[in-house]
């Protein structure tokens, strides 16, 4: 079956880093874009980035462009976001999903807090 899973959250200070992974098994992870999801405190779900098969078309929401990268290793069926220059509003659990939507099948989510 679809399983994703989610690693590498924590706790960061304020312009400080984080490497989110995705570890992806149960169906064939080279042919499906993937995304990732964060869900702060009393808020709805937000799609944060998305990224092409063969990892050469992404996309980023506005407020993490320029701070966060998203990869992919299709060898390793793992996905990854880069996160840079963190601010506390990066606050939230981290889901990484199937497809462009970022609606699709997820994982349980990796806790990313951003606090001095």
């Known amino acids: 079956q679809v399983q994703l899973v989610e690693s590498g959250g924590g706790l960061a200070r304020p312009g400080g880093s984080l490497t989110l992974s995705c570890a992806a098994s149960?169906?064939?992870?080279?042919?499906?874009?993937m995304s990732w999801v964060r869900q702060a405190p009393g808020k709805g779900p937000e799609r944060v980035s998305y990224i092409s098969t063969g990892g050469k078309s992404t996309w980023y929401l506005e407020a993490v462009e320029g701070r966060f990268t998203i990869s992919r290793d299709n060898s390793k069926n793992t996905l990854y976001l880069q996160m840079n220059s963190l601010k506390s509003e990066d606050t939230a659990l981290y889901f990484c999903?199937?497809?462009?939507?970022?609606?699709?099948?997820r994982g349980q989510g990796t806790q990313v807090t951003v606090s001095s």
């Open positions: 149960g169906f064939t992870f080279s042919s499906v874009y």
């Open positions: 999903a199937i497809g462009v939507s970022g609606t699709g099948a």
